[in-house]
């Protein structure tokens, strides 16, 4: 199958989200602009990391001057996912980079292969864009202010969750859970 590389230089929206209840939801990174609409499937963590470390990201542009990211962010999506929602691939890698030119960040998600295999041939070099093969790629760029808002709604999402047990930090069922901190005992 051929590689498909989509690409968003200026997303109209750039969002996660879930679909399902807590403790067995599902997690999407969605990408729109236009008429194109692409779905990304991911765990919740990859979302907190993501999340995680584009903050850290932001915070230090912003403490070496770099770049702004205390401007005016875009008003807070709180909406949910677009619809259809179809998953275009499962992620494997996510990567964050900073293009100080273009003042812009680069989130990028590769498709998860059956093999995870690296991104690198026998000699070490990065399969190109133009190779036919290869995983899947989406490809957003964003304004600082506009990936902090995209960091922040991430944040929250992942939040959203199950309340954590107050004693082990495990998420807590509707029913509850047997605690390994308490011997095994019963909290809800």
Not at 86 to 92: D, L, Q
Not at 125 to 147: F, M, Q, Y
Request: aromatic share 6%; proline share 7%; with cysteine.
């Amino acid at each position: 199958m051929t590689r498909r590389i989509f690409c968003f230089e200026q997303p109209e929206r750039f969002v996660t989200g879930t679909v399902g209840e807590p403790g067995s939801r599902t997690f999407f990174l969605q990408a729109r602009e236009g008429e194109r609409l692409v779905n990304v499937l991911l765990e919740k963590v990859q979302v907190a990391v993501l999340a995680d470390r584009l903050a850290l990201l932001l915070d230090e542009l912003g403490r070496r001057g770099l770049a702004d990211t205390t401007g005016a962010s875009p008003e807070r999506d709180v909406e949910p996912l677009d619809e259809p929602l179809v998953e275009t691939f499962r992620a494997g890698t996510l990567s964050i980079t900073w293009d100080g030119d273009r003042e812009q960040v680069t989130i990028e998600a590769r498709e998860q292969t059956g093999e995870e295999e690296l991104e690198e041939t026998a000699d070490g070099a990065e399969i190109e864009d133009d190779a036919e093969d290869g995983p899947d790629v989406v490809r957003v760029r964003l304004t600082p202010s506009a990936a902090r808002a995209f960091a922040e709604r991430a944040a929250v999402v992942v939040a959203a969750g199950r309340p954590p047990c107050p004693f082990c930090g495990q998420p807590l069922d509707p029913q509850g859970h047997l605690c390994p901190r308490r011997n095994g005992g019963f909290v809800n």
